[in-house]
């Protein structure tokens, strides 16, 4: 057995695939074996999900997913923008799909998405929150939600939650009630 | 504020790239305002992960992960072939890249990977584990590692592991013990 797995070496990149929010490229690489092979990458942009918490509720989204062409119960989410931190990005997306500002802002863990892909989700932790107005985009239809935190495990064991960020950030957000309550 | 939120129309579809795991599509559509935009949607093919679990132990892989070109601690995982069912294809990963085989193997859980998709991911847990031999594809490189169940909580809260679905299955295994502990 391998103690440190040899690394794959890029010979030849080709951009098979471009549009505003993704690129794919197919990459001619040779495997440690001297094999060569063609692996389809993805670029993605970097994004951020959000829980905020008040006394008893998470602030919540409930958002129409194309081509799923479904509601999903999310919590919110959103690029990293050019210039911006990642908790920049937090700050501004909370604001603009729940209208809610927070005072503290922390970030609870990173992972990511898609192994084809180098993307990376950070997540944050929102508390004492102010209410204000949504700055919905054009495409955005967004249904604030308040759900109490003690419906919250239930939810995600009947699978109501199916979004990836929101189901990783809400089981840590449990994991994390925990460790407090012990 | 909708009570239902309104469903976009599609209008016109476009192939604009194609893989043998992937097919990204431009879609125009009608929104619930009548603007048309286009938006871009990804066709990936269905995955399982697989919690292997011992008496004190996950059974995990480490595995070389392109384009990050670095390796990721992960559980078991891969594509849902035609003619399969998630638990059979959970059955077939589980065997392939760790050479185990579970008397017991069931659904815990199934989540959306990618907004932009309809692909679904299915999560289990396999017990009563039998040790055999690995059988690896050509471009896999992966070795075993049995990880101390008492240590996951630990390595998810330091960024050991960042592979999505293997923190989503590792935190459900994590909670689903704190309930039949509590």
């Known amino acids: 057995m391998l103690s440190i797995l040899e690394k794959w070496k ?47 509720n998470i602030v919540m989204i409930e958002i129409l997913r194309y081509p799923r062409n479904c509601l999903s119960l999310e919590i919110p989410s959103g690029h990293v923008e050019k210039g911006e931190t990642p908790k920049d ?21 990173r992972f990511n998405p898609l192994s084809r892909s180098t993307q990376q989700a950070h997540l944050f932790l929102a508390k004492n929150l102010t209410k204000g107005t949504q700055q919905l985009e054009a495409t955005e239809q967004i249904n604030v939600k308040l759900v109490p935190i003690e419906d919250i495990k239930e939810m995600l064991n009947s ?19 925990q460790e407090t309550q012990s």
């Open 89 to 109: 990005s937090a700050v501004r997306e909370l604001k603009e799909e729940t209208g809610y500002s927070a005072e503290k802002i922390e970030c609870i863990g």
């Open 159 to 177: 699978l109501k939650i199916t979004h990836a960020p929101t189901i990783i950030a809400l089981q840590k957000f449990l994991l994390m009630q």
């Open 10 to 56: 890029l010979i030849e990149t080709k951009l098979i695939c471009s549009s505003s929010f993704l690129k794919v490229f197919d990459d001619k690489v040779m495997l440690p074996n001297g094999k060569h092979i063609t692996f389809t990458k993805m670029e993605l942009i970097d994004f951020v999900s959000v829980v905020p918490v008040t006394d008893n």
